[in-house]
T-cell receptor
C-alpha cells in the first residue's frame, strides 16, 4: 500500500469552477504534506507545503488536512485553463516521500 | 538560475546498451534523487544521495547504478538496458531533505527497443 492514495481522474471542470483534489494517507505519524503540480512533459513543481492542522491559503489555492480521517485536500478557486495539470500529494517532514499517482485536472474554457 | 539540469532530454537505446543520465544542480542543495515515472505508477524512487559521498537504494534500484560525483552532480547509469526501463526519468534535489520539498529537473525520456 502506498503512503498516499489519489484518484487518477481525469477530473474535467469548466473554467471558473471550484476544484477539489483529494488524497488519503495511511500513516497517522505524518505531520506535513506537500502538493506538487506537474504540467504535461515537465517535471513536478512544489505548489504548497502544509502542516497537518487547519488550512493554508496561497492565492487561489487552499490546502486542508483532516487528521481524523487522514484526508488531504487541495482546493482551487476560479479555476483557469492554465491549471490543467496533474496534481500529486506526498507526505513531508523528515520522510523520503512516496508520491501518490496524481490526479489529472482538465479545465476547459 | 538554472535549478536542476538533466541531460539528455531524449534517448533511444537498444536492449543491452548502456548509458548514463546526467544531473546537475546549482542551488547548493545537499540531497539529490533519481525517480522514474511510468503511466499509472506515479513517481518511484530509484536511488538517492542524502549528502555528498553517500548513496542509498530507493524503491526500484535493480538495473541501475548511481554516482554522486560532487555536491552538484548525481548521475544514473543503466549498464544493460532492458525494455522495462523505458520510462521518464526525473532528477530532483533538496536543501534539507526530501520531505521538505524537492526541485525537479525537466526529465529524460528514455525508450529501450
Amino acid at each position: 500500500q502506498k503512503e498516499v492514495e489519489q484518484d487518477p481522474g481525469p477530473l474535467s471542470v469548466p473554467e471558473g469552477a471550484i476544484v477539489s483534489l483529494n488524497c488519503t494517507y495511511s500513516n497517522s505519524a505524518f505531520q506535513y504534506f506537500m502538493w506538487y503540480r506537474q504540467y504535461s512533459r515537465k517535471g513536478p513543481e512544489l505548489l504548497m507545503y502544509t502542516y497537518s492542522s487547519g488550512n493554508k491559503e496561497d492565492g487561489r489555492f487552499t490546502a486542508q488536512v483532516d487528521k481524523s480521517s487522514k484526508y488531504i485536500s487541495l482546493f482551487i478557486r476560479d479555476s483557469q485553463p492554465s491549471d490543467s495539470a496533474t496534481y500529486l500529494c506526498a507526505p513531508g517532514g523528515s520522510y523520503i516521500p512516496t508520491f501518490g499517482r496524481g490526479t489529472s485536472l482538465i479545465v476547459h474554457p | 538560475n538554472a535549478g536542476v539540469t538533466q541531460t539528455p532530454k531524449f534517448q533511444v537505446l537498444k536492449t543491452g546498451q548502456s548509458m548514463t543520465l546526467q544531473c546537475a544542480q546549482d542551488m547548493n542543495h545537499n540531497s539529490m534523487y533519481w525517480y522514474r515515472q511510468d503511466p499509472g505508477m506515479g513517481l518511484r524512487l530509484i536511488y538517492y544521495s542524502a549528502s555528498e559521498g553517500t548513496t542509498d537504494k530507493g524503491e526500484v534500484p535493480n538495473g541501475y547504478n548511481v554516482s554522486r560525483l560532487n555536491k552538484r552532480e548525481f548521475s544514473l547509469r543503466l549498464e544493460s538496458a532492458a525494455p522495462s526501463q523505458t520510462s521518464v526519468y526525473f532528477c530532483a534535489s533538496s536543501l534539507q531533505g526530501a520531505g521538505y520539498g524537492y526541485t525537479f529537473g525537466s526529465g529524460t525520456r528514455l525508450t529501450v527497443v
